[in-house]
Nanobody
């Protein structure tokens, strides 16, 4: 059974940092794009950052560019999201996801519908 398990969320003051981790089990995802999404109350789920199968290409939403860094360790089947200079508007539930539709490519799907496996989410709260 495929599982994605996020960790590292919590409460932090504005300007602080958090590092999220997402560990996969039940299947190896080293050939596929992975991404972090977030969803705030009353808002749609939005992509935060995405990374290609080998880490050679990354994508960031405009709201996170320059503050967040996505990375992956395929040997550990884990993807990370380093979040610096956090703002109250970053408060949301953060989800990791895997897209299996573009094996070995550098296509980074921006929409939630393009992702096939999801974690349960981890809450990030940034206080002002």
């Amino acid at each position: 059974q495929v599982q994605l398990v996020e960790s590292g969320g919590g409460l932090v003051q504005a300007g602080g940092s958090l590092r999220l981790s997402c560990a996969a089990s039940g299947r190896h995802f080293s050939s596929y794009a992975m991404a972090w999404f977030r969803q705030a109350p009353g808002k749609e789920r939005e992509v935060v950052a995405a990374i290609s199968w080998n880490g050679g290409k990354t994508y960031y939403a405009d709201s996170t560019k320059g503050r967040f860094t996505i990375s992956r360790d395929n040997a550990k089947d884990t993807v990370y999201l380093q979040m610096d200079s956090l703002k109250p508007e970053d408060t949301a539930v953060y989800y990791c996801a895997v897209s299996v539709g573009y094996r070995g490519s550098y296509i980074l799907p921006p929409k939630a519908d393009d992702y096939d496996y999801w974690g349960q989410g981890t809450q990030v709260t940034v206080s002002s």
